[in-house]
């Protein structure tokens, strides 16, 4: 069973920065494409960002690119998401995945919010 503990989120002024990290147990890390995607209420879960397996390569939604940076370690088995100059529009709730090829896997979600 892949468990995931997400932390890292809260409230935070515009043009400020978070952390999010994602620490995954209990799959094999090191094999999933990890992803980070987020959802306000009454939206569809949205795409931000994704990192392959090894770290080598990264996709990021036009929106976040030079805001956003996503980053694995695959010793620790954490996934970070950096965020910088944050927008009220950033508020959301951030869910890590984890893609298996067959299977996704979610994390619980950790609230952001971006106050004006």
């Known amino acids: 069973q892949v468990e995931f503990v997400e932390s890292g989120g809260g409230l935070v002024q515009a043009g400020g920065s978070l952390r999010l990290s994602c620490t995954v147990s209990?799959?094999?890390?090191?094999?999933?494409?990890m992803g980070w995607f987020r959802q306000t209420l009454g939206e569809d879960r949205e795409f931000i960002a994704v990192i392959s397996w090894n770290g080598d390569n990264t996709w990021y939604k036009d929106f976040v690119k030079g805001r956003f940076t996503i980053s694995r370690d695959n010793a620790k088995n954490t996934v970070a998401l950096y965020m910088d100059n944050l927008a009220p529009e950033d508020t959301a709730v951030y869910y890590c995945?984890?893609?298996?090829?067959?299977?996704?896997?979610w994390g619980q979600g950790t609230q952001v919010t971006v106050s004006s």
């Open positions: 995945s984890a893609d298996a090829g067959s299977v996704t896997y």
């Open positions: 209990g799959g094999t890390f090191s094999s999933y494409a």
